[in-house]
């Protein structure tokens, strides 16, 4: 079946640092991927998507690019704010039959101080 | 952002007792969904719907039943609440499934004592 798999948090960076949070994937044919963010107390929020590979999402500074390859789609940023501090989940998209489908990975907990 | 309301958005009940928390969007979304979310689990589909009174499992549908009787509202009802639900149930809706993009509600955090 399909899985995800992220790196563990939580992830502790300086402001104007260089993020990196790793996923990868396993799944049969070629799913849609996603990202999506969760700040304190509120539900999950689209971040960013590719639907093919090497297809490259881009939103608010954050980057992933879809490697069918190395079933990878890792999130980057360049430079992180405090205000990006959340959890961010990488996600995977399926098919019921009936639906679409997703499968998330646990959550990577980013904390991004002064 | 999908307008999705959550009710109640925080309850605590005791073991046994019936509970149903309503999800309820303004978007015409076809497709709707009932995950938790758990520390290390990330989050679990429960059961979701693909039109009204059209329903099916997902992977954690133990104990919990749906109902959509309308378009914008899906209701989740823990039967006969357990401890082991104890959780953050979040609702989403879809209108598309060729993108799988899925939009969230704020959650409703449940505690069974």
């Known amino acids: 079946g399909n899985s995800v798999t992220q790196m563990e948090g939580p992830v502790t960076l300086s402001e104007e640092a260089f993020l990196t949070i790793n996923c990868t994937y396993t799944?049969?044919?070629?799913?849609?991927l996603f990202w999506y963010v969760q700040y304190p107390g509120e539900g999950l929020q689209l971040l960013l998507k590719a639907t093919k590979a090497d297809d490259k999402g881009s939103n608010k500074g954050f980057e992933a690019t879809y490697r069918k390859e190395t079933t990878s789609f890792h999130l980057e940023k360049g430079s992180v704010q405090v205000s990006d501090s959340a959890v961010y989940f990488c996600a995977l998209g399926g098919n019921t039959g009936t639906a679409s489908k997703l499968t998330f990975g646990t959550g990577t907990r980013l904390q991004v101080t002064l | 952002d999908a307008g999705i309301t959550q009710s109640p958005r925080h309850k605590v009940t005791e073991t046994g007792t019936p509970v149903t928390l309503r999800c309820h969007q303004t978007e015409n979304h076809r497709y709707m969904y009932w995950y938790r979310q758990d520390p290390g689990h990330g989050l679990r589909l429960i059961h979701y719907?693909?039109?009204?009174?059209?329903?099916d499992k997902g992977e954690v549908s133990d104990g919990y039943s749906v109902s959509r009787s309308k378009t914008e509202d899906f209701l989740l009802t823990l039967e006969s609440a357990t401890s082991s639900q104890t959780s953050v149930y979040f609702c989403a809706t879809s209108g598309d499934t060729i993108t799988d993009t899925q939009y969230f509600g704020p959650g409703t955090r449940l505690t069974v004592l």
């Open positions: 719907s693909y039109g009204v009174k059209d329903t």
């Open positions: 799944a049969t044919g070629y799913p849609s």
